[in-house]
């Protein structure tokens, strides 16, 4: 109850893929923070389309070494 009001919710976390405001990639994650989907979605963006994304844009929500060496060698 992280609210702390009687009420759970369901943590769901969506991550989207857009090019020219369309969306071309989207994926659902359990995951409650955006630092263990980075990784996962970049995957899923190579296995739909057999390339990673020219340009990734991510918030510092995303930051973690693990992405930042992800990003890097990638």
């Known amino acids: 109850d992280a609210m702390r009001n009687g009420q759970t919710k369901p943590g769901y976390n969506l991550q989207t893929g857009t090019k020219n405001q369309f ?3 989207f994926r659902l994650f359990p995951n409650p923070t955006d630092t263990l989907t980075l990784i996962p979605f970049f995957h899923s963006f190579r296995h739909r389309y057999n390339r990673l994304p020219a340009i ?17 060698e990638n």
């Open 23 to 25: 969306i071309i990639d």
């Open 56 to 72: 990734g844009v991510a918030d510092s929500g995303y930051g973690s070494e693990e992405n930042y060496r992800f990003m890097q």
